[in-house]
């Protein structure tokens, strides 16, 4: 069974900015294995693409996988060749569905988790071209529990207008992320602000490039209560976890960063270890993809997955929000099915 690798264009509702851009389409991977897929996003941050996949994969040598039964999954996954983390993601999501598919069962079901036990969504806004489209924006999203803002417009003052005007839009828990737009003495000016503003958190206030400015910027803050902080493209891997304990308050666990649904538990695990909280995150990413990871939601604090709210034309479909929570199919493995 030889994994085979193709785009997956992925278009947005409406255009999407962010502090790194603004984007209107993805290409992200889409990988197939027999009759199960894997997708992982491809943010031009992460530096990988379709083709760095199939050049990845082209090195992959999967053992012999019967055609029916069970198949070792924690073999294969531990015998797969380094590489970039988005490649071994569509890998590993396309075995997971494979797994689940053969045993029968969704995989939360398999992880003995409950999808009743997800958290709520946060519902993202991106930065606006005029506070005035932010008003309109939300008190258009003001029904949503969890209000998730983009910031990060190159003035940290416009920043803070930004979440004043969402503020006074909606009575939701606001997340504000900032996508690393700050520095470590923007940051401590604004943060203490951003409190007073009603943030309950903030994720990536400040650049990636090194966790000690995480630590340099909690001594700056001192006992200044603050938002809790939370780190997103700053974590990889689980030595990156341990080199912001007790600077950052949570990690953003997306499965693409991490290499898919193994190691994401790993991380998982490890933040719960060093008493950190965990965001699980998504890419801009079909419902194939978003389903994956909505099957460890019970496992976590906060779940920020409405990438299916922000495209047009979702490939894959089987996700459903509930309550505010993004369910997954409660079908054999990942469990979407194309659209």
């Known amino acids: 069974m030889t994994p085979r690798v193709s785009e997956l264009p992925i ?54 996988i019967p055609d029916d039964g069970p198949i070792p999954l924690e073999h294969i ?17 396309a075995l997971h569905d494979l797994w689940g598919r053969r045993l029968g069962y969704p995989l939360g079901t398999l992880f003995g988790l409950d999808p009743r036990c997800s958290p709520v969504s946060f519902v993202t ?35 803070l207008e930004v979440v004043r005007i969402a503020r006074r839009s909606t009575q939701a828990l606001i997340l504000v992320d900032a996508n690393g737009a700050w520095s470590v003495e923007e940051a401590a000016r604004i943060l203490p602000t951003l409190l007073q503003a009603g943030v309950t958190i903030v994720e990536q206030p400040i650049p990636a490039d090194d966790p000690d400015d995480w630590h340099r910027m909690r001594r700056m803050l001192g006992r200044t209560a603050v938002p809790a902080l939370f780190a997103d493209e700053s974590i990889f891997d689980v030595d990156d976890v341990i080199a912001l304990a007790g600077a950052a308050d949570g990690i953003n666990v997306k499965l693409a960063k991490a290499g898919g649904i193994a190691p994401a538990r790993v991380l998982i ?7 950190m909280q965990v965001l699980l995150g998504c890419m801009i990413e079909s419902s194939l993809a978003v389903a994956a990871a909505a099957h460890l939601a019970p496992l976590v604090d906060f779940t920020d997955l409405d990438a299916p709210l922000l495209i047009r034309d979702d490939p894959f479909r089987g996700v459903e929000i509930v309550d505010g929570r993004v369910m997954p199919p409660d079908r054999p493995g990942i469990g979407v099915e194309p659209s």
């Open 269 to 275: 695990a490890l933040a719960r270890a060093l008493d």
């Open 11 to 64: 278009h947005l509702a409406r255009p999407f900015r962010i502090a790194h851009g603004t984007s209107t389409i993805r290409t992200n991977a889409l990988v197939t294995l027999g009759p199960a897929r894997g997708e992982a996003g491809l943010p031009p941050y992460l530096g990988t693409t379709v083709d760095d996949v199939a050049t990845w994969m082209s090195r992959v040598q999967l053992p012999d």
């Open 125 to 159: 806004l991106s930065i606006p071209d005029d506070l005035d489209e932010l008003a309109r924006d939300a008190a258009a999203f003001g029904q949503h529990d969890r209000l998730k803002l983009k910031v990060g417009t190159g003035d940290p003052g416009r920043d």
């Open 77 to 93: 996954l531990e015998g797969l060749p380094d590489g970039p983390p988005a490649a071994r993601c569509a890998l590993d999501l």
